[in-house]
């Protein structure tokens, strides 16, 4: 009974916290421009879903990668007692509706994942990857939430995801970010949840090409979603 009650006020505060951090962004949002479609287009677009059978058969909207991006080190500075890496990789993602793909494509900067790593000298060690909750894919502040340098300092190397249309993969406006998630548009939606869990998967066999040995996930609202969600699809590969 002692630590259901204590899983309990875990929980709480958690919710607590992730509502404090998402309370700005559901103002803001109130402000920014929603999409202006016809009741036709937006039918069109999720009829193409309920054609090819995603909505009755969900896990065959994704496709897992098979093998580690090519990739390239885009900076390496000095961190703890080894190093903070920033790589960068196409991403593998293939937008599946025709419907949408001409607007989900024409934003460049999103067109290529992201990963921050800190290692320890040495031989690489057992990482964990952090996955930030919406609206707060910039590294600085995922840093904070995920207390990468408490985690480092304990032996482990970290590093972070960025999820599609956040941090550096934006144009850096409240509105590009919020693309990710939009009641008003479901089939872009749908999209982006295809993209982020495509990335995360390379993300993962990027840090495997990279040498760690082994690979947790730790994820924030949004972050937690995609942690489970790539967990049930690649427990069918």
Known sequence: MRNALADKLWNLAGGALDEVFLLPPRVLGRFA?????????IEKEIRFLLDHGYVDRPE???NLPERAPDHVRVSSEPYGDGLLEEYAFKSPYEVKNPHVKARYERHENNRTARLFRFTHNGRPRNTVLCLHGFLLGDRAKAQQMFKVERT???GLDVALYVAPFHGVRSDGTFASQRLALRP??????CEFFGQAVTDLAACLLLL?????PRTGLIGASLGGYLSALYTCLASDH
């Open 33 to 41: 421009g929603k999409r202006k479609a016809s009741r036709e287009t």
């Open 184 to 189: 008003e548009d479901p089939a872009f939606t």
């Open 152 to 154: 480092y300092a304990r």
């Open 60 to 62: 065959t909207f994704f």
């Open 208 to 212: 495997k090409e990279l040498g760690a």
